[in-house]
């Protein structure tokens, strides 16, 4: 039987990062309902919303789960909090933020998730690992990779860290 296909997003810019990503992708592999099929590339970004606060590492991940949405971002907010993360300040330094963006073809809108994440298309720091892994994903009723044009200067300011293989089933 094959699960959902669902795709997170990875964000952090306190501690080692990479690690804390490669933390939580095993953390999520781990888990006997989810597994983790693929990564993207890893980028740095300039901090978005608060300026001042060291640059982030962004990169999205593909997950097949038999977890329901809701489950899956508490599974998500679990690994958060493993790894030392605390809720303070919106869009302020964190060690890892995982975002459920796409969760199969649902469309969720409850008070503590929407799906697809509403801010994908505002912020090639989402956009661009997205479209790494899905360039066709119809978003609105144009493709990532569309979204992704429009958004060019932004995205010119992102480096790219590492190619895809910085994370490998354990
Ligand atoms: P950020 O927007 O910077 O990622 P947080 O990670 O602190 O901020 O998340 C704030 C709240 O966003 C969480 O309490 C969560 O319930 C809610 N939320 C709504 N939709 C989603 C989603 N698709 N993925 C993750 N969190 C979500
Ligand atoms: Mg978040």
């Not at 790894?83 to 809108?109: A, F, H, S, V």
């Not at 066709?136 to 200067?153: D, N, Y």
Request: glycine content about 8%; aromatic content about 8%.
């Amino acid at each position: 039987m094959t699960g959902h296909k669902a795709i997170i997003g990875l964000g952090g810019n306190i501690g080692d990062v990479l690690d804390s990503f490669r933390f939580g992708l095993d953390c999520l592999h781990a888990d006997p309902a989810t597994r983790v099929t693929r990564a993207s590339p890893l980028y740095r970004t300039p901090a978005w919303g608060l300026e001042e606060q060291p640059d982030f590492l962004n990169a999205c991940a593909e997950l097949e789960t038999w977890l329901s949405p809701h489950e899956l971002l508490s599974l998500l907010q679990s690994v958060e909090d493993m790894r030392g993360r605390k809720r303070c300040e919106m869009w302020g330094p964190r060690t890892l933020d995982l975002d459920l963006l796409i969760y199969g073809e649902q469309q969720i809108d409850t008070n503590n998730l929407t799906v697809p994440h509403p801010l994908i298309t505002e912020r090639a720091f989402v956009l661009k690992p997205l479209a790494y892994l899905t360039p066709g994903m119809i978003l609105g009723a144009k493709t990532a990779k569309h979204h992704l044009q429009v958004l060019s200067s932004e995205e010119q300011k992102m480096k790219l860290v590492s190619d895809d293989t910085w994370w490998m089933v354990s």
